[in-house]
């Protein structure tokens, strides 16, 4: 039984791995914000297990796992929370900057930080869960935009690092996907959401899980996935 570790798994692309991953048996580990969120993700997914940490605090993520029982062997660390705020660079504040760099970027390369014993010891994999604008900025995405493109450089420098470890590492660019932070999206941007225009959450999900289960000799280093209407 393969372990696993989900970061975003109360909605969206997260949830349906959640969900395909703990309906095959796999053991699950999701990461809740706070107590009462660990609560809702523990009576959504039977059996798996919880641990608080809040990903807009990472400096406190360490203290936070001391305090808890990380697991001791990881077969994957799926990546796959972010938070977004639109704006144009010469009115987003710093506050915009500092949170969305801290989600999407330093969490993830503090979590990988403090797992990867846990991960070396399963020769294990890392999955970041990217953006099509981790690729390409576009007007009033650049705080979201500059947050995926480091993330990229995150993801592209630790597979050099830990390839000797036998730790493989992949990144996944959905366009835009029918899910909660979407439609956040269409609202910072003043459109109507139609979530039927856009990639469904379980056809990322496909991805994600195609990446981890792929055998040994081979490994997917970036993954691309666009709306296909």
Known sequence: MATHMITGAGS?????????LHARGDDLVLLARDAGRAKELADAHPGARTLVGDLANPDRLSWAFSHQSPPDRLDSLL?????????RVGDLTTKAWRHQL?????????????LLPQ?????GHVVFVNSGAG??????????????HGLKALADALRHEEHGNGVRVTSVYPGRTASPMQAKVHQQEGKEYDASRWIDPESVATAIITAIDLPR?????????????
Do not use: C, F, M
């Not at 991960?119 to 020769?123: K, P, T």
């Open 79 to 87: 990546h796959i929370a972010g938070v977004v705020d639109l704006g």
């Open 135 to 148: 690729l390409t900025a576009h007007a009033e995405w650049s705080a979201y935009a500059a947050s995926k």
């Open 119 to 123: 991960l070396r010891v399963s020769q």
């Open 12 to 20: 969206g692309i997260g949830a349906a791995v959640a969900r395909r």
């Open 217 to 229: 000799d081979a490994e997917i280093n970036d993954l691309s996935v666009r709306p296909g209407r």
């Open 102 to 114: 801290e989600v999407n970027l330093v969490a993830p390369a503090e979590l990988t930080r403090l």
